[in-house]
C-alpha cells in the first residue's frame, strides 16, 4: 500500500482527482493604475481580494521587487502576459512587450497604428508560451515602445502568470 509519507503533498481524492498544492505557481498583477512605459514591467501583486482575486504565488519562486520568476526545478512551464489596454499616442507610437528568459527574448507581441490619430488608440496585447526551463533560469516580461506607446498598469488590466507542467 502506499503511505501518506510515501506521496508528500500530492493527494488523490476518493473520487480520483489529484491535487498537487504545493506545484510552483504565480499570478502577479499590475498596481499603479496609469499609464506607463516602464519596464520590466512592474506586476507587484500577489495576493488580495476584489480585482486581485486569484493572485498567489505558491513556493514564493515570484519576486515582487524586480517582478521575475525564478525556475526552482527544470521542467516544462507555461506563463501568461496579459496587457489589456495598450495606447498609442499618435501616428508612430509602437508598443512589444517581451517574454525574457535569462535576459533574452524569447516571445513578444507587437502593436502599432499606421493611422494619425484624432485622440489616443487603443488595443490589448497577450503573450502565451510553453518554455523548456532549467533550474534556476529566470523570466520576466520587458517592454519596449516607440513616440508615446505606454500601457495601463492596473490590477484588471495587466497581469503575469506561470505554471509548473512538468
Do not use: C, W
Request: hydrophobic share 35%; charged share 5%; proline share 5%.
Amino acid at each position: 500500500g502506499i503511505n501518506a509519507s510515501d506521496v508528500g503533498a500530492m493527494k488523490i481524492t476518493v473520487d480520483g482527482h489529484v491535487q498537487n498544492p504545493v506545484q510552483p505557481s504565480f499570478m502577479a498583477n499590475g498596481a499603479n493604475g496609469n499609464y506607463v512605459s516602464t519596464s520590466p514591467i512592474p506586476f507587484p501583486t500577489v495576493s488580495g481580494s476584489g480585482v486581485n482575486t486569484g493572485t498567489h504565488n505558491i513556493g514564493n519562486h515570484y519576486n515582487t521587487s524586480n517582478y521575475t520568476f525564478t525556475a526552482p526545478i527544470a521542467g516544462r512551464y507555461i506563463f501568461h502576459v496579459h496587457l489589456g489596454i495598450i495606447r498609442s499616442e499618435n501616428a508612430s507610437s509602437q508598443a512589444y512587450p517581451t517574454l525574457l528568459v535569462n535576459g533574452t527574448g524569447v516571445a513578444y507581441t507587437y502593436v502599432k497604428f499606421e493611422v494619425a490619430p484624432t485622440a489616443n488608440h487603443y488595443s490589448h496585447t497577450h503573450i502565451t508560451q510553453i518554455l523548456n526551463l532549467a533550474a534556476n533560469d529566470a523570466v520576466k516580461v520587458n517592454f519596449s515602445q516607440a513616440s508615446g506607446g505606454t500601457y495601463y498598469n492596473g490590477a484588471s488590466e495587466s497581469s503575469f502568470q506561470g505554471y509548473f507542467l512538468g
